[in-house]
């Protein structure tokens, strides 16, 4: 059997909240038949402590059982998919890449949090917010990590 | 070399500029103006090639950088071959928040198509400037040599 390793990118507005649990699950940092603690939250890299500077960096998360790298991004829009699998197509590197968006696991709690820490710098207001936000849409975080990882499983020759 | 140009805007005030790099003028008649299909989907839409071959290539985000930032990222990543590396050249152009705005409300339901014709009409309207910048850029850039500008390689240093 030849495994093609891959690359996963999960991206979202921000690459600090959503995206990094996904990848973390993927990369096994994160059980996903447990919910999480404030605590294990935050001990992941990345999570809710990025900078503006970060936008457009494609950070290493971890690597799966397969060998693949999981990376998170931020690209400051919930709609770029096409645009990520568009260059990396011009590049040649299409069959390397996995583009795949966690923007539509953001809820509002999330969303607020987000703002608070990391736009208007007030992490002690954002954060609870952000653990809040980040449990209430764990399990359907885990869910898309899941099928992510299935639907990886066909490129397996 | 393919080059892409990136603006707030990529069939209005980019494509005028992609117009100028190439030397032409008659952004009018280019069939992919002021198409909001291509413009929300974000599509790379070829506009042409220089004398040299040197293909034109725009696309519209709200900021640029980050798609440079990000092919930076991807080039060194997946170790791309430098000769083949594309040059993404985000642009930062005079009035072009407004022309965003405009074809962003080009998408309304009733008014959409006045706000069209506005977005349209403000890129015609600021065409020298943006055909100017972008005969500035192809010369600053290098646009009509053969390689990606920090590739060539700088001669000895004069003593």
């Not at chain 1, 699950?25 to 990025?50: R, W």
């Not at chain 1, 290493?60 to 770029?80: A, M, R, V």
């Not at chain 1, 987000?114 to 954002?126: A, E, K, Y």
Request: aromatic share 10%; proline share 5%; glycine share 8%.
């Amino acid at each position: 059997m030849v495994c093609i390793i891959k690359r996963i990118v999960y991206f979202d507005y921000g690459g600090s909240h959503t995206s990094v649990t996904a990848a973390c699950i993927h990369a096994g940092k994160l059980n996903p038949n447990k919910l999480p603690s404030s605590d294990d939250l935050m001990a992941m890299p990345y999570l809710d402590k990025t900078t503006p500077e970060d936008f457009g960096k494609i950070k290493l998360i971890g690597t799966d059982k397969q060998g693949n790298h999981i990376y998170s991004l931020g690209t400051k829009s919930s709609h770029l998919g096409k645009m990520l699998d568009e260059l990396a197509r011009l590049h040649g590197v299409t069959d390397q890449y996995l583009f795949l968006c966690t923007s539509p696991y953001v809820n509002n709690v999330l969303r607020v949090g987000g703002w608070l820490s990391r736009s208007v710098s007030l992490p002690f207001l954002g954060r609870p917010l952000v653990v809040s936000g980040l449990r209430k849409a764990y399990p359907a975080l885990c869910s898309f990590v899941e099928t992510a990882r299935l639907n990886e499983g066909v490129t397996m020759q | 070399m393919k080059v892409l140009l990136i603006g707030k805007t990529g069939v209005f005030d980019t494509l005028a500029v992609a117009y100028g790099c190439l030397n032409q003028t008659d952004i009018n008649n280019c069939p992919y103006f002021g198409d909001l299909t291509l413009e929300n989907n974000k599509e790379l839409v070829g506009i042409g090639a220089n004398k040299v071959g040197n293909e034109l290539f725009v696309v519209g985000f709200k900021v640029p950088e980050i798609i440079a930032i990000f092919n930076r990222e991807l080039e060194s990543l997946s170790h791309v071959n430098q000769n083949e590396c594309w040059q993404v050249i985000p642009l930062s152009l005079k009035g072009e928040n407004i022309t965003w705005l405009f074809a962003w409300l080009a998408n309304a339901p009733l008014l959409g198509p006045m706000f069209l014709k506005w977005a349209r009409n403000r890129t015609l309207n600021r065409s020298s400037y943006l055909l100017e910048y972008g005969k500035k850029l192809r010369i600053e850039k290098n646009l009509d040599g053969k390689d990606k500008p920090d590739l060539v390689f700088a001669a000895k240093p004069h003593r």
